[in-house]
């Protein structure tokens, strides 16, 4: 895997190429931290700053979620 740091927030998924998106969300399950930053996506996506919805939605489709 070369993205070497695991996302915490939607913008950080966006920057993971796609041909990687699979070991992240492996990497993220094996550390603990799939439901944290899902948590944080869900947040970002009741905000008030319409680009944090945004992204947040992206970020979703990007791990191959359905909003």
């Known amino acids: 895997m070369t993205h ?3 996302p915490l927030a939607p913008i950080d998924v ?3 190429p796609e041909q990687e998106i699979s070991e992240v969300i492996r990497a993220l399950i094996g550390h603990r931290q799939l ?6 996506i869900n ?3 009741h905000s008030g700053n319409r680009t ?3 992204q947040s939605r992206s ?9």
């Open 4 to 6: 070497h740091t695991l």
């Open 14 to 16: 966006l920057d993971i």
């Open 35 to 40: 439901t944290p930053l899902m948590r944080r």
């Open 43 to 45: 947040a970002d996506l």
């Open 52 to 54: 944090l919805r945004q």
């Open 59 to 67: 970020a979703l489709q990007r791990l191959g979620f359905p909003e």
